[in-house]
C-alpha cells in the first residue's frame, strides 16, 4: 500500500515568487492536513481537507491556501514568498480526523532566497 | 502557549541506557498520539492512547497516559542508536470550531555508540 507522497521533495524559491506543493495521500483517506516545520516552531498546523472541502484553518496569513480535489490529492500553494516561509511543508492523511493517528509524507523542504 | 510541553528538549544517552521523555497539559486530550521523526522524514506514528491510566508497550517502549489525560510519557529501555530522532507527542485540539492537530516541540534523542 503506497504512503503519502509528497512532490517535490526539495525547493529553492525567491522572495516575491509563488510556489505549490502536491501531496497524494494514502489510497482511501479522505483527509488531509498540511503542517509547517521549523526549529523555532516545531510543527504548525495550516490547514485541513475533506473531501475537497476544507474543515479547519490554522493561524497563517491568506498568503497560504490549499484545495483538494475529487481523488483527495490536495495542493497548496504559498504566494509572495517571504524568508520566513523557508521550512519543511509536511501533508498527513487520515480515515476521519486522525484522532487515531496520521500517516505523514516526507515532506518538501523550501528554502526561500 | 504550546498546549503540550515536552520535556526535555535535548537528551544525549549511550546505547544501552534507559530514558524517559514526558508531555505535560494544562488541557484533557481525549487521546495522545506519539510520533518518532528521522532526519529529512516526516514523523511516523509510534502508538495512540485514549484511556487515562492506559500503558501500552512496543518492543523496548512503554508509553503511559496520565489518569487526569493530560500527561503522557515514554520510557525506552536499553536505547539503541537507531532509536536516535525526534519524538512528537500530539493531541487533537478543538478551539471552538476549529479541530486540529497540535504538536509538541519535541524531545531530540541522540543514542551514542
Known amino acids: 500500500k503506497a504512503g503519502v507522497t509528497q512532490t517535490p521533495r526539495y525547493l529553492i524559491k525567491t522572495r516575491g515568487q509563488q510556489v505549490t506543493l502536491s501531496c497524494s495521500p494514502i489510497?482511501?483517506?479522505?483527509?488531509v492536513s498540511w503542517y509547517q516545520q521549523t526549529p523555532g516552531q516545531g510543527l504548525q498546523f495550516l490547514f485541513e481537507y475533506f473531501s475537497e472541502t476544507q474543515r479547519n484553518k490554522g493561524n497563517f496569513p491568506g498568503r497560504f491556501s490549499g484545495r483538494q480535489f475529487s481523488n483527495s490529492r490536495s495542493e497548496m500553494n504559498v504566494s509572495t514568498l517571504e524568508l520566513g516561509d523557508s521550512a519543511l511543508y509536511l501533508c498527513a492523511s487520515s480515515h476521519g480526523t486522525g484522532a487515531y493517528g496520521y500517516t505523514f509524507g516526507s515532506g518538501t523542504r523550501l528554502t526561500v532566497v | 502557549t504550546q498546549l503540550l510541553e515536552q520535556s526535555p528538549q535535548f537528551l544525549s544517552i549511550q546505547e544501552g541506557e534507559n530514558l524517559t521523555v514526558y508531555c505535560n497539559s494544562s488541557?484533557?486530550?481525549?487521546?495522545l498520539q506519539w510520533y518518532r521523526q528521522e532526519p529529512g522524514e516526516g514523523p511516523v506514528l509510534l502508538v495512540t492512547?485514549?484511556?487515562?491510566?492506559e500503558v501500552k508497550k512496543l518492543k523496548r517502549l512503554t508509553f503511559q497516559f496520565g489518569d487526569a489525560r493530560k500527561d503522557s510519557s515514554l520510557h525506552i529501555t536499553a536505547a539503541q542508536t537507531g532509536d536516535t530522532g525526534l519524538y512528537l507527542c500530539a493531541g487533537p485540539y478543538s478551539g471552538g470550531s476549529n479541530y486540529k492537530l497540535t504538536f509538541g516541540k519535541g524531545t531530540l534523542l541522540t543514542v551514542n555508540p
Open positions: 492512547v485514549v484511556t487515562g491510566g
Open positions: 488541557s484533557v486530550f481525549s487521546s
Open positions: 489510497s482511501g483517506h479522505r483527509s
